[in-house]
């Protein structure tokens, strides 16, 4: 029987290892969880294990391991966990010969929905990420950076899907572009309250978007905390990352 604590997470890693097929250990018995609601922030550089986290949260991985659980249960039928999860990317993963009305439709096509429905999700959604609906019918080669990305978004919110995973969705964009969608994100997650994972190798982004932050390296977490104690933590680590990115107690996380 589950507990309320546990009717509170969304996701939790139960002392998961993945090996990968060349024999590389990426992570080694991770712990971690992830509660209704809140956006949790993996930071780490490049090979910590960020994006193997992400993946195996929608199965696009399996673990070597352990136990990953979504909305408390271990074993779901793989396409009707992927349908409950909305993943977002760098540029925004669209498929080049759709349209961008297509792309945005993809899994509501799939879930049945009728057209209608489709029609008016995608234009509210156009809507919702701050895109003209003359772009629907544009392919992603017609759209800027930013837009490609404001269109993955929406795509991944188009079956209202209460988890999203987002894999350094900003991270290819110009500054102005990219502190422009954090905004709109920041916006958006206080609306919505989706259960979000958000990875990203950059200090600054994770203390404006996250609620708490697991930093990561060598395929474990090595502390997770709140932005506040993220800027006060005198983990080696930690304080490591602020000097490298010049944070500090003047940091203003609430520039949105």
């Known amino acids: 029987m589950e507990s309320a604590a546990d009717c ?29 609601g809140e956006t949790l922030v993996l930071l780490g ?6 994006t193997t986290t992400l993946k195996l ?13 979504v909305n408390g249960v271990a074993d779901a039928d793989v396409i009707r966990l992927r349908r409950g999860i909305g993943y977002v990317i760098q540029d925004g993963g669209l498929f080049p010969h ?7 439709a993809l899994v509501p ?19 919702v990420v701050g895109l003209d609906e003359e772009l629907a019918s544009r392919y992603p080669r017609q759209l800027s950076g930013g837009q490609r990305q404001r269109v993955g978004v929406a795509r991944a919110l188009a079956a209202d899907p209460p988890i999203l995973l987002m894999d350094e969705p900003f991270g290819a964009l110009d500054p102005l572009t990219r ?14 309250s989706k259960t979000v994972v958000f990875v990203t190798h950059d200090l600054r982004e994770a203390l404006r978007i996250g609620s708490r932050i697991a930093l990561m ?14 800027l006060r933590s005198t983990q080696p680590l930690a304080a490591a990352y602020m000097r490298a990115f010049d944070a500090g107690p003047t940091s203003d996380r609430s520039a949105s």
Not at 45 to 50: D, M
Not at 57 to 69: A, F, K, T
Not at 179 to 192: G, H, S, T, V
Not at 217 to 230: C, K, M, T
């Open 8 to 36: 509170d997470l969304a996701i939790e890693f139960r002392d998961v290892s993945y090996t990968a097929p060349t024999g590389q250990r990426v992570l080694s018995r991770l712990s971690l969880q992830v509660g209704r």
């Open 45 to 50: 550089r490049s090979g910590s294990g960020k």
């Open 57 to 69: 949260v929608n199965r696009l991985l399996s673990p070597s391991s352990g136990e990953i659980r």
């Open 98 to 104: 759709f349209t961008v009305e297509r792309n945005i």
């Open 109 to 127: 096509t799939l879930e049945g929905w009728p057209s209608e429905r489709i029609r008016v999700q995608v234009r509210e959604l156009l809507q």
């Open 179 to 192: 502190d422009e969608l954090q905004r709109e994100f920041l916006a958006l997650q206080e609306k919505m």
């Open 217 to 230: 390296e060598n395929g474990r977490v090595v502390v997770v905390l709140s932005p506040d104690e993220f």
